[in-house]
C-alpha cells in the first residue's frame, strides 16, 4: 500500500484480556519497528526485524509482550494478559533497510486497558 | 541525562514568527531524524539528516555533527503547524538497526493565529 497501515486504530480492552495489534508496512520495505508511546511520554522502543533474521527484542518490557512477522509483509504485536500500564499508543514503522534509511510511520493503535 | 535532549520543551508563539527547535545529543551518530506528530498522534517524517542542511517548503533543519547539535527553523509560522517535534538519532554501532531510534521527548509547539 501507499504507507504503513495499523489496525485497529482505537481498541479498549478489560484488564486481563488478550489482545492483537497488527501492522502492513509499505511494500518492499523489509524493515520494521514497533513503538509505544505512553501518553505524556516519548517514544520507546519494542521490536525490530529486518528481512528473515531473527528479531531484536530487546526492547519489549516484558514476556507478556510478542510480536511475529511473515517474511517481509504483516507484522503482529500480542500483549497478554493486559495490565493498565500497558495503555499507550503503539506505532509501527517501516524503512527500505536498517541504517540511515528514512522511516515511515503508520498512524498508530490507541490500546485503553479499563 | 538522557542521550537526546530537545529545547525548548513547550512554544508558543504567533502565527508569522520565525520558530526554532533545537536538539542536542551525547552519542555518536550516523543520521539525525527530526519527525512532526499531530494531535492523533499520527507521526510524519520530516528530514534525515546527516551533514548540513536540508530545506523543505517552510522547514529547514540544519546539523552540526561537530557540535552534536541540530536545529529545525519553521519560516512564516502557521496555526496548522502546530504539533510535537521529535527529534531521533540513530546510534554509531547499531547498524542492523539493534534498537531502531533514541528519541527526545519532543517540543510542543502551538502557533497561535
Known amino acids: 500500500g501507499a504507507g504503513v497501515s495499523q489496525s485497529p486504530s482505537n481498541k479498549v480492552t478489560e484488564k486481563g484480556k488478550d489482545v492483537e495489534l497488527r501492522c502492513d508496512p509499505i511494500?518492499?520495505?523489509?524493515?520494521l519497528y514497533w513503538y509505544r508511546q505512553r501518553l505524556g511520554q516519548g517514544l520507546e522502543f519494542l521490536i525490530y526485524?529486518?528481512?528473515?533474521?531473527?528479531?531484536?527484542k530487546s526492547g519489549l518490557p516484558s514476556d507478556r509482550f510478542s510480536a511475529e512477522r511473515t517474511g517481509e509483509s504483516v507484522s503482529t504485536l500480542t500483549i497478554q494478559r493486559t495490565q493498565q500500564e500497558d495503555s499507550a499508543v503503539y506505532l509501527c514503522?517501516?524503512?527500505?533497510?536498517?541504517?540511515?534509511?528514512?522511516?515511515?510511520f503508520g498512524s498508530g493503535t490507541r490500546l485503553t486497558v479499563v | 541525562k538522557n542521550e537526546v535532549e530537545q529545547s525548548p520543551q513547550n512554544l508558543t508563539a504567533q502565527e508569522g514568527e520565525f520558530i526554532t527547535i533545537n536538539c542536542s545529543y551525547s552519542v555518536g551518530i550516523s543520521a539525525l531524524h527530526w519527525l512532526q506528530q499531530h494531535p492523533g498522534g499520527g507521526i510524519v517524517s520530516l528530514f534525515m539528516?546527516?551533514?548540513g542542511k536540508k530545506k523543505h517548503g517552510r522547514l529547514i533543519a540544519t546539523i552540526n555533527i561537530q557540535e552534536k547539535h541540530s536545529s529545525l527553523h519553521i519560516t512564516a509560522s502557521h496555526p496548522r503547524d502546530s504539533a510535537v517535534y521529535i527529534c531521533a538519532v540513530r546510534k554509531l554501532g547499531s547498524g542492523g538497526g539493534a534498537d531502531g531510534l533514541t528519541f527526545g521527548k519532543g517540543t510542543h509547539l502551538i502557533i497561535q493565529p
Open positions: 539528516l546527516s551533514s
Open positions: 511494500s518492499g520495505h523489509t524493515a
Open positions: 514503522a517501516s524503512s527500505l533497510r536498517e541504517a540511515n534509511y528514512g522511516y515511515t
Open positions: 526485524f529486518q528481512g528473515n533474521s531473527a528479531p531484536d
